[in-house]
């Protein structure tokens, strides 16, 4: 048993005018250059203030460390007082430390010792500060050097095979996607082009009081409807917030069955997202940032959602959506009215839709299962970290 303390040094090194690169902690790839996560330029005019870290390091985020930020530093770099480097003392590996610090053995120590001031519960994760100061009071077992060794070898070894398993299934969501993609924009490329505004019966625009963050059914008790209500082009009555019980309810905003809701802000894929009200949720409230739209017989609203996903549709959305940021882009009414579509007549729309709910429920039922293929395979991946760290394999038998 050993203090982490004793282990691991804490290192507030400054050098004023040295020229390092500037670094960043990655959840999924640890410690690299800022360059290569983002173009943008660096905000300080002088690094002078920036900490020191140097090849072997490890440095974490003391805000997202519960959220596995941190890694093992490659080259000597400069971070920013967001992070917090250690040095391995002699006899400690870092690669080992790290993958220590990755377990759920290690989370559960955290919380302990964040109740403490006042942040044991998740929902805090990303707004408690976790120092070093916190950190060097944990006591684990930590093996003799040539075991770490060995322990980080293994690991290293089957997570880079789970991890190429994962990358994988990535690679055949994209493709699922892709493909769903083409279904849509084949499906919807034949009709009249018509502006929206031609079968566009009513657009109205909803409401956003200040809610509780847990939802309502929609039914029996009062919810306003969030914008991810709409995101996966199926309408979810569960993207809601529950109205409080002392804020008057407006019937009006009500969302009825057939209606397409459309989210007026989102980001620059999801602005426009629309999908179709399968049901009857009486108690079910537009807001602010969505839109209610009812069509005209010669439209039908399953139709008219798919050709709003359509690559075509999506170019002309993202013209004319604005916004100061690319995570909030906003679409005004006349935007969308001036949106050109093609529609055939209404009897081959309804066959359209009716072929393309098939198809692309097909198609979103194999990108589910690949999704919890990948959960299952991030999980075991945890598990494995912790089992390791904490002498529950023998690596030496199974090396």
Known sequence: MTRFGHAMQKIDERIPGID??????SQTRGVIRRSELTDAPQRAESLDAYKVCRRNDIVFNKMSIRAGAMGVAAEDGLVTYHYEVMRPRPGTDSHFICYLMKSSW??????????????????????????????KTIDAFIPPFREQRAIVDYLDREIARIDMLIEEQQCLIKLLRERRTAVIAHATSNGAQVELRRVIQALRQGWSPNC???????????????VGCANTGRFDPAENKRLPDDETPRPEFAVRRGELVMSRSNTKDLVGAAAVVDGDYPRLLLSDLTYGISLTTDADPSFVAYALASPSVRVQISAASKGMSHSMQKISQRDIRELVVQLPVIDEQRRLANQLDEQTAKISQLIEETERFIELARERRAALITAAVTGQIDVREVA
Not at 20 to 25: A, E, Q
Not at 106 to 135: C, H, W
């Open 20 to 25: 390092l690169p500037l670094m960043s902690v």
């Open 106 to 135: 290690f989370t559960e120590e955290l919380i302990k010792r964040e109740r403490g001031i006042g942040a044991g519960d998740q929902a805090n994760v990303r707004t408690t500060e976790v120092p070093f100061s916190v950190l």
């Open 212 to 226: 509780e963050s847990w939802p309502a059914d929609g039914v029996s008790e009062w919810g306003v409807l969030k």
